[in-house]
């Protein structure tokens, strides 16, 4: 017999921005919704409970939620609970739809490994494969860095299933992105963590149920391993159901990993019998990743994970006891650089693979995990620590660490070290890590690189649309910027004069002196490459920020 779903048909919950009314007359709770993020009063019943004043909502959300929270209401609850509405908030109006116009910029490996798996996605249920495709499609391309994995294809699907009609789709976008992104270091290309997360599960299961994982380590059954699948697909289809999956997405959403690592040791306690007398690995192998829900009511399994976290003494501090611990060991895992990008640059720059080698330790020694975790650089600090440590030369142009934090200058040099995307560069809340390969690319360019290509960094520097021009707005931002990478406490009206000064000497070297009628205010210049680059070598700090001199700088 499969899983069970039981699904009340009411739930009561309070969120950030809501008052509790409680309508004491009639005994009905009712939240009024004060936010943006849910658009419409919920107002529910609640026929065992009702709504407690002065309690967190989070807490009267969780109470609801270990009974399943209504499919009427879902959408609304996960949109709140996995931080979709925050994310959605954070993009323009209409951002799904313009990335799905966009589709020609996501790159070809993930086309590909999109296509191969639309029809391995939940092979036995009828799923919308256009959909699924335009999920996926467009989730790589919120997120270059991290692209597409398999796993994300099962969370996605069962989205679908969730939430099946057509008008819906822009919003299960927005629950697969927040679910992903809240995820994001499980599926960055070296998936540290992936690793780490099997790691903690087999010392959980080895902790908390140490006969079971004794007997399996004797049948060679690396349980850490067999449930990496369940880690990346959340559990979908693998071992639960998909109308399962739904209610022990309701608490994932509330309490966090923690009630991911329970439901895998629930899983495990709820078939220990069955474990404990599987005499062979074949037989082992079949159980963990087909049977484990023969035998297993939702309601049970939720009650399993719920005794977990709310009895176990100390069971989330051990969780990140244990990552603290597995963290420099994954580290140790990805001390060399990943083999296909260690040829492909190796053959695109002219490089021997101890150069590579070197590049990649200096690109994780701000801070490995962190950097390995986020797929990139991200932080400003590690790519101004990766630079200097990697170009030494650049040091003295570097040296004043504090005023080049504070100025803004690493993010928009890691922007214009990334391929140029339109769409991707205007959406000003995204913020993406500068890979390996950019980095490799932008250590090239300063220590290697022709002037020319010097010069088109700069430009890119300070077009920030990346539209191949630069406007008169962006030249004086990135004026300002490059000034308080030297200048950090400068008078702001001191920059805001220089700035303008060069401006108009920039616009006079071109010839475009305004007419007696009008001011330099009124005419707006569009500056090509030819032009931008002709006169901004005349700007001492960007000349030397840039390295702009006639030859390349020695590596």
């Excluded at 399943?68 to 509405?85: D, P």
């Excluded at 860095?145 to 927005?174: K, R, S, T």
């Excluded at 040296?399 to 391929?419: E, H, N």
Aim: proline content about 5%.
């Amino acid at each position: 017999m499969g899983v069970k779903t039981a699904l009340p048909d009411v739930f009561v919950f309070v969120h950030p921005g809501m008052e509790a009314k409680i309508a004491t007359e009639d005994g009905l709770s009712r939240a009024a919704v004060d936010s943006d993020a849910c658009r419409e009063v919920l107002s529910v019943l609640a026929e065992a409970s009702r709504a407690r004043v002065g309690t967190s909502w989070r807490t009267d959300l969780i109470s609801f939620a270990w009974q399943g929270i209504s499919a009427a209401h879902r959408m609304q609850v996960w949109s709140l609970t996995t931080g979709a509405s925050h994310l959605r908030e954070q993009h323009p109006a209409g951002f799904y739809a313009h990335l799905l116009q966009c589709m020609d910029q996501l790159s070809p490996i993930a086309v590909e490994d999109i296509a191969k798996d639309l029809d391995r996605t939940l092979p036995e249920r009828s799923l919308p494969l256009q959909a699924l495709q335009r999920l996926l499609s467009a989730f790589a391309l919120l997120d270059p860095v991290v692209g597409y994995c398999q796993g994300m294809n099962c969370i996605a699907g069962a989205l679908l299933l969730f939430f099946p009609a057509e008008e819906q789709e822009e919003d299960v976008f927005w629950l697969l992105a927040a679910i992903l992104t809240s995820r994001r270091a499980m599926y960055v290309p070296c998936m540290a963590g992936c690793t780490l997360a099997t790691r903690v599960m087999d010392d959980l299961l080895s902790f908390y149920e140490g006969d079971v994982s004794s007997h399996l380590r004797k049948l060679d059954v690396s349980f850490g391993r067999v449930c990496s699948t369940w880690l990346l697909c959340l559990f979908v289809e693998a071992p639960l159901p998909v109308e399962s999956c739904a209610r022990v997405w309701d608490i994932f959403w509330l309490v966090g990993e923690p009630a991911v690592y329970a439901t895998g040791l629930a899983l495990v306690q709820l078939n220990r019998k069955q474990l404990l007398t599987a005499s062979t690995l074949e037989r082992a192998m079949d159980l963990v990743l087909n049977h484990l829900v023969d035998h297993v009511q939702i309601d049970e399994l939720c009650s399993a994970v719920r005794t977990i976290i709310d009895t176990v003494k100390d069971f989330e501090p051990h969780i990140r006891v244990l990552e603290s611990l597995h963290r420099p060991q994954v580290v140790d895992g990805h001390a060399r650089p990943p083999a296909h990008l260690n040829y492909r640059l190796v053959t695109l720059h002219d490089m021997v693979p101890s150069e590579v080698q070197q590049l990649w330790n200096e690109f994780l020694r701000p801070d490995p995990w962190s950097i390995l975790s986020q797929g990139g650089l991200q932080e400003p600090w590690h790519l101004l620590s990766a630079l200097q440590n990697a170009a030494p030369h650049l040091r003295p142009t570097l040296g004043q660490r504090t005023s080049i934090l504070l100025s803004g200058f690493p993010q928009r040099l890691s922007a214009a070290a990334r391929p140029p995307s339109t769409l991707l560069q205007r959406a000003h809340h995204s913020q993406t890590a500068l890979s390996f390969a950019q980095f490799v690319q932008l250590v090239h360019t300063f220590t290697r690189g022709s002037r020319d290509a010097r010069l088109r960094l700069c430009f890119d520097f300070f077009d920030l649309d990346r539209n191949g021009s630069v406007d008169d707005a962006e030249l004086r931002s990135g004026l300002t910027v490059v000034d308080h990478a030297y200048n950090a406490r400068r008078d702001p009206v001191v920059v805001a004069a220089e700035v303008e000064g060069f401006y108009l000497m920039m616009r006079e070297k071109m010839g475009l002196k305004p007419t007696a009628q009008e001011s330099a205010a009124d005419q707006h210049v569009q500056w090509d490459f030819e032009a931008f680059t002709t006169v901004i070598v005349l700007h001492p700090q960007v000349f030397t920020l840039f390295q702009l001199d006639d030859s390349a700088p020695d590596g």
